[in-house]
């Protein structure tokens, strides 16, 4: 039991790694866009995009053993990321109606980033895995 749980602490410590750089990606494309005077549902569309293709990349790469083909890897991938996509301009479009929030784009963008980061790990590692835990 113990052995299985270091397993999934470590996964999710490479998925979190491979998130890191996709976020990173998508963080900045971002606030540059909104820099740019994009409205910030806009940016997010476009940069969360960018950062999906990024990720999807790596975790095929380093974080996930692909079970299946490829094309159907990046098929629920992305539509599991489109969920994610879905909750993270929810959030961003909620919090942006409060001045605080719209004031402070990366503070936003960074509270929507968190609170998705949970619901993309466990889906993505089923579309990579077949497995939820």
Partial sequence: MREKLWK?????????ASGA??????????LFLVWRSMAPVSANLISYSCGMVANFLMQKRFVFKL????????????LVSLGGLGL???????????PFFNE?????????????????????RYVFERKFI
Wanted: charged share 10%.
């Fill in 8 to 16: 999934l602490f470590l996964l999710k410590a490479k998925f979190a």
């Fill in 21 to 30: 750089v996709a976020t990173s990606i998508d963080y900045f494309l971002y």
């Fill in 67 to 78: 079970q299946g083909s490829s094309g159907r890897a990046f098929l629920l991938s992305a």
């Fill in 88 to 98: 993270s301009t929810g959030i961003i479009y909620g919090l942006t109606q409060i």
């Fill in 104 to 124: 402070q784009q990366y503070v936003t963008k960074l509270v929507a980033t968190g609170l998705v980061f949970f619901y993309n790990f466990y889906f993505k």
